[in-house]
């Protein structure tokens, strides 16, 4: 639903964003076998890993929010149906008394004419 769609956009957007990073690190270390370009690598590797490590958690969070969202309106159904059939045995019973006492007046009529 729209949870899901949106959970769908904030992954595609962390993905853009740790692709730009996976470059922007690729960029970094290749210019050559310095110290400083090493440990700008390693800085970078590192700030790369804790952002991964935030965007999962997050996106996990969201994710378990969506699904308890989900089971609420799920639950929800099932009391809505089961009311829904409670209120139609309460419609068919007073329909059915309803019947059978058109029919006891009618054969006490009928039996008055008799």
């Given at each position: 639903s729209r949870q899901i769609d949106e959970l769908s956009e904030?992954?595609?957007?962390?993905?853009?964003?740790i692709t730009e990073l996976q470059r922007q690190l690729d960029t970094a270390t290749r210019?050559?076998?310095?110290?400083?370009d090493w440990e700008r690598g390693?800085?970078?590797s590192k700030i790369q890993a804790?952002?991964?490590g935030y965007s999962a958690r997050k996106t996990l969070v969201m994710c378990f929010s969506a699904l308890a969202d989900v089971q609420q309106e799920r639950k929800l159904d099932v009391q809505q149906n089961e009311a829904a059939?409670?209120?139609q045995g309460m419609s068919r019973t007073s329909?059915?008394?309803?019947?059978?006492a058109f029919l006891e007046d009618a054969r006490q009529a009928h039996q008055q004419d008799d």
């Open positions: 904030l992954l595609s957007d962390h993905t853009k964003l210019y050559g076998p310095y110290e400083e390693e800085a970078a804790i952002f991964k059939a409670v209120i329909a059915s008394r309803r019947h059978r």
